[in-house]
């Protein structure tokens, strides 16, 4: 069973190869994306570009856990299942005029990044003692449900499984 952390990281993982460094990448550019503006492809191709950015961070609150998870989180992961993920994605909020949705979770993933790179004692373990993190972790509902039913949890938590994430996290959680 999930926990609820764990739940938050899978829908946060794809909103960020590993950075082995601590300083922050320039992910500035995130900002000129309006997911209202995007036909599907380009909804995807931004999906993809946001998931690079956001990924080095993302690692970091497991490699400051564990360093030897470096290598096998090296990766940003990306293959046809994500484009199917995030063009169903885009095709359930088109339909229910709630694109805007994205762009909430992009500007929550930008603040996010920045956050921890300031914070660099924040960890998958401490994540309960960053309030203001957790509540940038947290999707808008109809983000969250597109996410859901697309496949977009279950691919990320099949990834988080293939590398060693979900017992990293379930170590952390026991500590």
């Known amino acids: 069973m999930f926990s609820k952390i764990s739940i938050v990281v899978c829908l946060c993982l794809p909103t960020t ?22 036909n599907r492809t380009e909804f995807i191709d931004q999906q993809k570009e946001l998931l690079r950015a956001t990924w080095a961070p993302t690692m970091l609150l497991f ?4 360093p030897s998870l470096s290598d096998t989180v090296a990766e940003v992961p990306w293959n046809e299942d994500y484009e199917t993920a995030f ?9 229910q005029a709630a694109l805007e949705a994205a762009n909430t ?4 993933s930008i603040t996010m990044i920045e ?3 300031e914070h660099p004692s924040v960890t998958f373990a401490s994540l309960d003692e960053h309030a203001e993190l ?4 947290v999707p808008e509902p109809i983000y969250a449900t597109a996410a859901s039913e697309c496949g977009l949890l279950a691919l990320n938590a099949e990834i988080m499984r293939e590398r060693g994430l979900m017992d990293a996290m379930v170590n952390a959680q026991s500590n």
């Open 17 to 38: 190869g590993l950075a082995q460094t601590q300083s922050p990448s320039d992910a500035s550019y995130l900002a000129e994306i309006d997911f209202t503006q995007s």
């Open 63 to 66: 490699t400051r856990i564990n």
């Open 87 to 95: 063009g169903c994605m885009h095709d359930m909020m088109s339909e």
């Open 105 to 108: 979770r992009l500007q929550a």
């Open 115 to 117: 956050y921890i790179y």
């Open 134 to 137: 957790m509540n940038l972790m």
